[in-house]
């Protein structure tokens, strides 16, 4: 049975575990009803439930007192699970059973916060690409080795979607408000609730890079930091060894080892990442952009641009 596209998404269950993220629910569910708001129509629905109908208690110690059990003679179109902290401790057979059997239903699964975890562990992200908050990746790609983890804030794949905490859930929600109705509607949701910019499935998590490659890798944080600091005018490979005390080659492998990719090529990523901020939340012009992220040409950028990100940077800033 197919999944229902991103626009008959129209009810939306959420599976609240205990210590859930308040803030990353309540922004969720805030975006169906500012789309209800400014529709003049209840276009969107929305239920919380547990496993067992007795409410779930956030990670802020509130609970709400209308929940339910899920309804399997009248599914959701999505089934969200949202989590928090100590997730591992939130997740019972109840809960995995619960996700297993919504599985077999024509309806969406996705998560918000830490809630992949939940996905994971039940079997059903398998195949799948999706995202959780950086603090849980590097455990999560150790345990489940057939899930392929992002650092994107939200992502969608299929009939699986999941996003990291905090704001995240307002951008995914958006999507499938995008997918229904257009941009229009997103561009008043995000007036309406003083969003300046509705992120997409390309903007990343903010992720510091001590977490991204932990503390015994003193050395990678050093060059990490040098290629942060001179973005404008990048440091060649051989001034980065010599300054990290290191040579090319022991470079060379502790990035391939650590981070899969080569030192220029993250450092390539970095400079692609601070151009795509710069190009989304500035007036600079794309020439300025250029030079002010170290490419020696605007053709050199482009081409570098649209491989990372899949459009041109003009494209991008018309968008």
């Known amino acids: 049975m197919s999944c229902k ?11 609240t575990l205990n210590n859930f993220s308040m803030i990353a629910f309540s922004n969720a569910i805030e975006i169906l009803r500012m789309a209800n708001y400014l529709m003049g129509e209840e276009v969107y629905q929305w239920s919380v439930i547990t496993v067992d109908g007795a409410p779930a208690t956030a990670s802020n110690g509130l609970a709400f007192a209308k929940s339910a059990m899920l309804d399997f003679t009248n599914m959701p179109d999505m089934l969200l699970v949202c989590a928090g902290g100590d997730v591992q401790d939130a997740v019972s057979p109840d809960v995995l ?10 309806i969406w699964l996705g998560s918000i916060c830490t809630g992949s975890f939940a996905l994971a562990k039940a079997g059903v992200l398998d195949g799948y690409k999706c995202t959780i908050n950086f603090e849980n990746m590097a455990s999560l790609r ?21 996003c990291t905490g ?23 949701i995000s007036e309406q609730i ?9 903007d990343q998590q903010l992720i510091p890079p001590v977490a991204r490659v932990g503390y015994g890798h003193k ?3 050093e060059v990490s930091a040098l290629m942060e600091a001179n973005i404008e005018e990048p440091l060649p490979l051989d001034e980065l060894a010599r300054l990290a005390g290191l040579s090319q080659r022991h470079l060379q492998r502790m990035f391939s080892h650590t981070l899969s990719m080569s030192p220029m090529h993250y450092y390539l990523k970095l400079r692609l990442r601070r151009a795509r901020t710069l190009l989304l939340q500035t007036e600079m012009s794309i020439m300025t952009i250029t030079v002010a992220c170290g490419f020696q040409s605007s053709c050199h950028f482009s081409k ?6 899949g459009c041109s940077p003009s494209n991008e800033r018309r968008q």
């Open 5 to 15: 596209e991103m626009s008959q998404v129209k009810h939306v269950s959420f599976l």
């Open 97 to 106: 059973k619960l996700i297993m059997q919504a599985s077999k239903h024509n």
């Open 142 to 162: 150790e345990n489940f080795p057939y899930i392929v983890f992002a650092e994107e804030l939200f992502v969608i794949d299929r009939d699986r979607c999941s």
């Open 166 to 188: 905090g704001t995240a859930p307002i951008d995914l929600m958006l999507a499938f408000v995008y997918a229904r109705f257009g941009k229009n509607l997103v561009a008043d």
């Open 194 to 202: 003083m969003v300046v910019r509705a992120k997409d499935s390309k």
């Open 219 to 221: 050395a990678l944080l």
């Open 304 to 309: 570098s641009y649209r491989t990372l990100f």
